[in-house]
């Protein structure tokens, strides 16, 4: 096992000995999110007992959330270095891997240096139409908050991204390709640009058509499209011509980009991934690759 991967797994251990606490929690919407909510209940973890365990511990499967927040996690005064990374946990549009594909990777940016802020989008969404479309919303909202809010927080206009993973990821590609809010304006908040300038895609789902030949019809690569690196495993059950299509689409538009495909890894992993397998270096992987745009530093 290299040195870093070591160092990772201590990080994470040391995680796991406490719940991680977002500094900062903030509304994302001042009053009423756009469009109707068509689900009820209360907000809650429904893991159950007979789950699946990824890592060998229960993950927190946040549902029925209806009022949309950001939480944010910042790095020690120190070490911050101006970037910030709105992440989308996954969950099928169903409900938030919270602490897996959201708090934990807040706390693994902290450590480099970067404020990590997750979104709490709605959900379940999965029975509307464009399932997409309230989380999308509030990462758009998200973005421009998190800029609204860049001189107190000390962060660089220039250096806001987004992460996602599964349909964290649709949500976050959707977010960095999308030319204009999918919201009416609401207040001071959205004078800012709701477009991230890089994102970090782990095994996106919903990209492709039915048929796996191409993007989906609605989804629009171009020159002014920001950076990618994506992540995905051969032998994940969530296709991998998502990320494929996706790499080849911002080839043609010239946007430098980067595509890590390993052999196997399944899906679900977040930062939890076995250490005997390749794919578990992925985080070290997106961390070469944020030095390599200077968005962390030595």
């Given at each position: 096992?290299?040195?870093?991967?070591?160092?990772?797994?201590?990080?994470?251990?040391?995680?796991?000995?406490?719940?991680?606490?977002?500094?900062?929690?903030?509304?994302?919407?001042?009053?009423?999110?756009?469009?109707?909510?068509?689900?009820?209940?209360?907000?809650?973890?429904?893991?159950?007992?007979?789950?699946?365990?990824?890592?060998?511990?229960?993950?927190?499967?946040?549902?029925?959330?209806?009022?949309?927040?950001?939480?944010?996690?910042?790095?020690?005064?120190?070490?911050?270095?101006?970037?910030?990374?709105?992440?989308?946990?996954?969950?099928?549009?169903?409900?938030?891997?919270?602490?897996?594909?959201?708090?934990?990777?807040?706390?693994?940016?902290?450590?480099?240096?970067?404020?990590?802020?997750?979104?709490?989008?709605?959900?379940?969404?999965?029975?509307?139409?464009?399932?997409?479309?309230?989380?999308?919303?509030?990462?758009?909202?998200?973005?421009?908050?998190?800029?609204?809010?860049?001189?107190?927080?000390?962060?660089?206009?220039e250096?806001?991204?987004?992460?996602?993973?599964?349909?964290?990821?649709m949500?976050?590609?959707?977010?960095?390709?999308?030319?204009?809010?999918?919201?009416?304006?609401?207040?001071?908040?959205?004078?800012?640009?709701?477009?991230?300038?890089?994102?970090?895609?782990?095994y996106?789902?919903?990209?492709?058509?039915?048929?796996?030949?191409?993007?989906k019809?609605?989804?629009?690569?171009?020159?002014?499209?920001p950076?990618?690196?994506?992540?995905?495993?051969?032998?994940?059950?969530?296709?991998m011509?998502?990320?494929?299509?996706?790499?080849?689409?911002?080839?043609?538009?010239?946007?430098?980009?980067?595509?890590?495909?390993?052999?196997?890894?399944?899906?679900?992993?977040?930062?939890?991934?076995?250490?005997?397998?390749?794919?578990?270096?992925?985080?070290?992987r997106?961390?070469?690759?944020?030095?390599?745009?200077?968005?962390?530093?030595?």
């Amino acid at each position: 096992m290299s040195v870093k991967n070591l160092i990772l797994l201590f990080v994470l251990s040391l995680w796991l000995i406490q719940p991680v606490t977002a500094a900062e929690i903030l509304k994302l919407w001042p009053a009423q999110a756009p469009g109707k909510v068509s689900f009820t209940g209360k907000e809650k973890d429904i893991n159950k007992p007979t789950d699946r365990l990824v890592g060998g511990r229960k993950i927190i499967k946040l549902a029925n959330v209806s009022s949309p927040e950001i939480h944010v996690f910042f790095p020690a005064e120190e070490k911050r270095n101006g970037s910030a990374i709105v992440i989308c946990p996954g969950g099928g549009f169903n409900i938030l891997a919270w602490d897996l594909e959201g708090t934990e990777v807040a706390e693994w940016l902290c450590g480099l240096g970067i404020t990590g802020v997750v979104v709490k989008y709605r959900t379940p969404t999965r029975d509307q139409k464009q399932n997409w479309l309230m989380p999308v919303q509030d990462t758009q909202r998200a973005v421009s908050l998190v800029r609204q809010h860049a001189a107190k927080w000390k962060l660089k206009q220039e250096r806001i991204g987004v992460l996602g993973f599964s349909a964290g990821g649709m949500t976050a590609a959707l977010t960095a390709l999308s030319e204009e809010r999918k919201y009416d304006v609401q207040d001071e908040v959205d004078e800012n640009s709701c477009l991230p300038d890089i994102a970090v895609l782990i095994y996106p789902a919903y990209l492709v058509n039915k048929n796996e030949t191409a993007l989906k019809d609605f989804i629009h690569v171009s020159n002014k499209s920001p950076r990618m690196f994506l992540v995905h495993a051969f032998n994940d059950p969530v296709t991998m011509q998502s990320s494929l299509k996706m790499m080849s689409a911002l080839k043609k538009a010239g946007v430098a980009s980067e595509l890590h495909l390993y052999d196997t890894g399944g899906h679900g992993y977040g930062l939890r991934s076995e250490d005997s397998l390749p794919i578990a270096s992925w985080p070290n992987r997106c961390e070469d690759w944020l030095r390599h745009l200077k968005w962390i530093s030595d």
